[in-house]
């Protein structure tokens, strides 16, 4: 039986996908073989590779100035690839924001120097710098942020308004909703959350940007070898990449990401809307900075947090349990989770509120 799985991720995937993923394990149309037993060289893979990379290519609008990779590593191993294909062109500046940019930064500070523009870590990360406290060195080197903070649940909704070429990580929020790809020199993020099963790597890189890579990086390292050899310069993940386009495919089916925008606002707000009115659970992120995708909310005590966890499995509701760095829970309700289960969810923690509040 499928249950409610609000985990960061791996993440739920739509049961539609799943499904049609079952129905062709064994034999793909009439190849005679399973995806994953296909060379990613063959014509039956070139078509579903070119078929994901299309649909990407259209539901974000992505411009011609730009190249759509799918690459390995998650986006761990882009914390460093970033500053040694880029770090040249000048001094990086992060923006810290949370766990995963204090990361980049210290993955960043292994391969070179780097300032950190401005970090909220003294809120612990409950909020986003304001832009007109930022203290940018210069204009040439890269800008990097973390779009959603997964763990800590806050969000930077608007693009910045800065002049150095702009880096995103993307991991848990990508396809969540619209976005300008023209503003970006690179958006990136592991697939696990909104776009599939793990080991797959989505990278979006503008044709210029490309073009100022470190030549002297071993090739596998090197993003514009990866956009030349159309992300096949080794064997690239064929069965994540494949069940990509499956979900690249629902979501077009939705109504593209207007339409899936509009959903998950609704998600979002009906659970922050009551646990805002609650006085038993908060959340502590500043209103204007608070994620769609990750909801963190904390129980009047911690004492309850074990009593919570266990009766939310016994209600199919399950992987709720914060990060351990942060504590309290965790609603991870991307893409692919429906309003019905926000809905179970919410009459759970209301029965829960009842009996202990
Ligand atoms: C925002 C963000 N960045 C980076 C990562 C690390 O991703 P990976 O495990 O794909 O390296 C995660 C993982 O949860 C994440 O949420």
Known sequence: MRKWNFSAGPAIIPESVLKETQSELLEFKSSGMSVMEMSHRSKDYGEIANAARDDLIELLDVPESHDVLFLQGGATLQFGLIPMNFAHIGIPEYLETGTWSTKAIKECSKVCD????????????????ELIDWKLRSSNGYFHYVANETIQGNAIHDVPSVENPIIADMSSVILAEPIDVSKFSMIYAGAQKNIGPAGLTI???????????????????????????????????????YMAGKVFKWLKSLGGLEAVKESNYLKASTLYDYIDRSDFYSNPVAKKNRSIMNIPFILKSPDLDGAFLNEAESENLLNLKGHRS???????????????AIDDLIAFMEAFESKYG
């Open 114 to 129: 780097l300032n950190i523009c401005a970090s909220s870590e003294e809120s612990n990360f409950t909020n986003v710098p």
């Open 203 to 241: 990278a979006i890189i503008s044709k210029d940007f490309l073009s100022s890579c470190n030549k002297d990086l071993p090739n596998i390292m090197n993003y514009d070898k990866h956009a030349q050899s159309g992300s096949m310069l080794n064997t690239p993940p064929t069965f994540a990449w």
């Open 326 to 340: 942060v504590g309290g829970m965790r609603a991870s309700i991307y893409n692919a989770m429906p309003q019905e």
